[in-house]
């Protein structure tokens, strides 16, 4: 079940080891994309071998990148925020370009809520809340009638709406919601990973 | 631990049928009011020895009502709907007053919102939200800006924004939230029980 490619230990010695680090970070990569999709279809109760098994990489892989399941969770919710950074670093992004990619992410990762809920009131995922505070102030043009508060609220407040047993029903309840808001959404759409080794 | 004062099998065959009745309603109704605390402040693993505690009520009897803590949430939310029922059917009732009602229990409710997110579309659960539905569309007054249809969808959205420590916190973001929609809301405010024995 070990992924071949990945480096293993002592047998591995001989290989460059940059070539190593490129393989674990690729590997690392693809348990995050596998772990979104799989959290998202099935639920934060999923099997860690189901991830891994969309991963393409083995078990032991999975063990030695993640210690449990919330060290999993917690990448995924880490690479969202990165994202959304990304997303706000993009020429002519805007308020509503930002929350397009926001909004994709709540309906791709309604599970990684439930967990952040779970969770509580734990010091990281205020650490990546108050990034994205960061990011909607920065975009919220002058005079908006919003605060960057009141669009943190209001994302909870789509979390929230977003339920569905397909990706398009919460797509569609998660637009219903922002419209109720009076809030403008660009094109929901996920930010493309930037390679980690080019 | 068991409750004397209920009825526990062949020894209270000499007392009044309706006597036994009559405990066995109030203890199922203290049951369900100290799940709703119990859960609100330690959530839904809370043991539910400490459910019976706090009714005053043996782990016995507990069980003789709910066969488990699915049952118990159950419970709880068919009374929730009960009351925004009775709060709708009250003298002046308006859909301000009946969504203080549906607040004050989102605020008291989370883990059983939590509940109804993991246990999915089950069908008991869509019949309790077409009740709710059926309370809303009677509310809104003519020619209203929303539809029933948006007024469950922005309940939702209220859910979503409510996390907090405390139901103060929660309450404040609650309210905040239906601000974000201006939407007017009465008091948040539970529904008395209505006496099962009066």
Chains 1, 2 share one sequence.
Do not use: K
Not at 182 to 187: D, S, T
């Amino acid at each position: 079940m070990i992924n071949p490619t990945e480096p293993e230990g002592p047998q591995d010695a001989g290989r460059p080891a940059n070539q190593g680090r490129r393989v674990a970070a690729r590997n690392r990569a693809a348990l995050i994309a596998a772990a979104r999709e799989v959290f998202a279809e099935q639920g934060l109760d999923a099997p860690l071998s189901a991830v891994a098994r969309r991963a393409g990489v083995g078990q032991g892989s999975l063990y030695r990148h993640f210690a449990d399941r919330i060290a999993l969770a917690t990448a995924v919710l880490d690479e969202n925020v990165q994202h959304v950074e990304q997303a706000a670093a993009e020429p002519g992004a805007d308020l509503a370009s930002v929350l397009g990619v926001i909004t994709w992410q709540i309906t791709r990762s309604t599970a990684f809520v439930d967990l952040l809920r779970i969770r509580g009131d734990d010091e990281h995922a205020r650490a990546l809340a108050g990034r994205v505070h960061t990011v909607l102030s920065r975009c919220l043009p002058a005079g908006h009638r919003l605060s960057a508060d009141d669009v943190m609220l209001a994302v909870a407040m789509v979390s929230g709406a977003v339920a569905g047993p397909t990706p398009q029903e919460r797509e569609r309840r998660a637009l219903a919601a922002w419209s109720l808001l009076g809030v403008e959404v660009g094109p929901l759409r996920p930010v493309e990973t930037a390679a980690e080794d080019a």
